[in-house]
């Protein structure tokens, strides 16, 4: 049986991503941000697709601590039941603040939550994303176009704005799947960075008011369903071929000319140090 | 030179706490939660690569402050600047609270503040300027039902702070009190400022904005910050109305902003 691991799964793109996974009878492998969120999500799936393996795992992803205790929680969940074998991780789960905020480990939260989170939960998954040949998605968005990483001050801490914020952790997650092929590709493992579209989902909504509130509620009416979205990740994670870096729906997609080997590495030093890593 | 900020686990310590590596000085930092005082450091260290000490403990409790000076000592920290983050605070009306939790707020936010203030005051080099933020509020600055416990103690650090920098001047001490709004610190402040509505969001002010304006002002010898056009507005106008009046307008505003809160936190 295959198995997919999928971050923020429990609403907007990551929940379509489960459904279209149970429904090819992967073993499905969802986080959530808390145990009741989760367990809604666990129990409408397994309402639509009776007989499906769907397992729900609660972490709180601006933490972490909480990341490497899902990681030993994931890893031995897929050595004792699925032979060790990851056929595909999503790092979809992503948010969006009003303000400048700080997680615990005292890093700025979209950068942390964005960013951060699906490096760290990427590296505690490798052994077993190369035991299957597995594949890595990162959701990345077309607003990663026509912006820069702040290298001087990636965690914003000054003139903070939103949405800047949110396109330069974007910009990251390319950048992050670039650095990852260049240094696993041979390993069998590979990552993708996926634009979405605009998809008609609450990411504006939560934590957020006023102005950012009002303009995503009109603004998400003209994106798609969240199920059209997911059909991209479900054609880069089952298609032979795919050996670009960037996807969309109609296929493989034009990214910043930011996204290079020297950024790219550049990002990858840095994760590295603010993870306590050495990926 | 190393800075000693109190509860620096969280929200605006925790802001100060990176502030301060960013200027490159040395940290001292305690906080009662020992577990999210040692994620914060190393979260710390790792980006700025400054030397971060922590000693967790209660400040209320006075052994526990000696044995905080006495650390600082043995290590040969020399302190050059101190931040009283550390408050407390409990929403609902004063005879919906036990009387322990309105007296841990006087406790912490000014018995513990003072403990501290007077023992760091030990630690400093002779020889340098000495600086000292107290973290009071926007709340001091007016009477406010359903938060008045608060308010007041609040008020006490304003008007302590003041008297404090005037007598500690010859010394080369130099005081600062900073009278914040709202703040983007937790997940529930950021709630709390949503259910305030445009008010809540018209007296918030970006943390990163007033913690490097604060230490700023505070080296520069600065006695008072109060954040934000809207706020020194507010200041203003609380100066032309009797206290009466404003006590009755804010209690209405409380009453709407806590009947939000409670159903938001419900859903």
């Given amino acids: 049986m295959k198995t997919i691991v999928i971050t923020g799964a429990t609403s907007g793109i990551g929940y379509a991503v489960c459904r279209a996974f149970a429904q090819m009878r992967w073993a499905v492998l969802g986080v959530g941000r808390s145990e009741a969120t989760c367990g809604a999500a666990e129990r409408k799936l397994r309402e639509e697709f009776p007989g499906a393996d769907i397992r729900f795992f609660p972490c709180e992803l601006s933490k972490q601590t909480e990341i490497i205790r899902l990681g030993e929680t994931l890893t031995k969940t897929l050595r004792d039941d699925f032979g060790g074998r990851l056929d595909a991780l999503v790092n979809n789960a992503g948010c969006v603040r009003n303000y400048y905020t700080t997680t615990e480990d005292g890093y700025e939260t979209v950068f942390a939550v964005n960013h951060l989170a699906a490096f760290l939960l990427t590296e505690q998954l490798l052994p077993a994303l190369v035991e299957a040949g597995g594949r890595v998605l990162v959701t990345s968005s077309q607003s990663h176009l026509g912006t820069k990483v702040r290298w001087g001050d990636v965690m914003l801490t000054r003139r903070y704005r939103p949405l800047f914020a949110y396109k330069q952790s974007k910009l990251c997650n390319l950048l992050f799947a670039q650095e990852f092929n260049r240094r696993f590709a041979q390993s069998g493992v590979r990552c993708y960075g996926i634009d979405p579209g605009l998809v008609n989902t609450g990411i504006g909504e939560k934590n957020t008011s006023g102005v950012v509130k009002l303009f995503w509620r009109f603004h998400k009416r003209r994106g798609v369903s969240a199920d059209t979205s997911a059909k991209t990740y479900a054609h880069v994670i089952t298609s032979d071929d795919a050996d670009s870096l960037y996807y969309g729906q109609r296929g493989p997609q034009r990214f910043s000319r930011q996204v290079n080997g020297e950024n790219a590495k550049r990002l990858w030093a840095l994760s590295d140090r603010l993870c306590g890593t050495s990926f | ?267």
């Fill in chain 2, 1 to 267: 030179m190393f800075v000693l900020i109190t509860g620096a686990s969280g929200g605006l310590g925790r802001a100060f706490a990176l502030e301060c590596a960013r200027r490159g000085c040395g940290l001292y930092v305690t906080d009662i939660d020992a577990q999210g005082l040692e994620r914060a450091a190393v979260g710390i260290r790792r980006q700025y690569g400054v030397p971060v000490e922590t000693y967790a403990c209660d400040i209320t409790d006075d052994s526990a402050v000696d044995g905080l000076i006495q650390n600082a000592q043995d290590k040969g920290i020399a302190i050059g600047m101190l931040f009283n983050v550390a408050g407390l605070d409990f929403e609902g009306a004063f005879q919906k609270r036990s009387f322990n939790d309105l007296a841990s707020i006087l406790r912490v936010n000014i018995e513990a503040t003072l403990r501290i203030t007077h023992k760091a005051l030990k630690l400093r080099d002779e020889k340098r300027d000495f600086y000292i933020v107290f973290v009071s509020s926007l709340a001091s600055l007016y009477p406010i039902p359903l938060k008045a416990t608060y308010a007041a103690s609040k008020r006490f650090l304003l008007d302590f702070s003041i008297a404090l920098g005037e007598e500690l001047k010859p010394q080369g001490v130099h005081v600062l009190a900073l009278c914040p709004g709202g703040l983007s610190t937790r997940e529930d402040c950021l709630q709390a400022i949503a259910a305030q509505g445009f008010w809540g969001n018209a007296t918030t002010n970006a943390i990163e904005t007033v913690v490097c304006r604060t230490v700023s002002k505070s080296l520069r010898g600065k006695t008072l910050y109060i954040p934000g056009l809207v706020n020194n507005l507010l200041r203003f106008g609380a100066r032309l109305v009797p206290p009466s009046i404003i006590a009755r307008m804010l209690h209405k505003r409380w009453l709407q902003a806590q009947q939000q809160w409670l159903s938001i936190g419900n859903q």
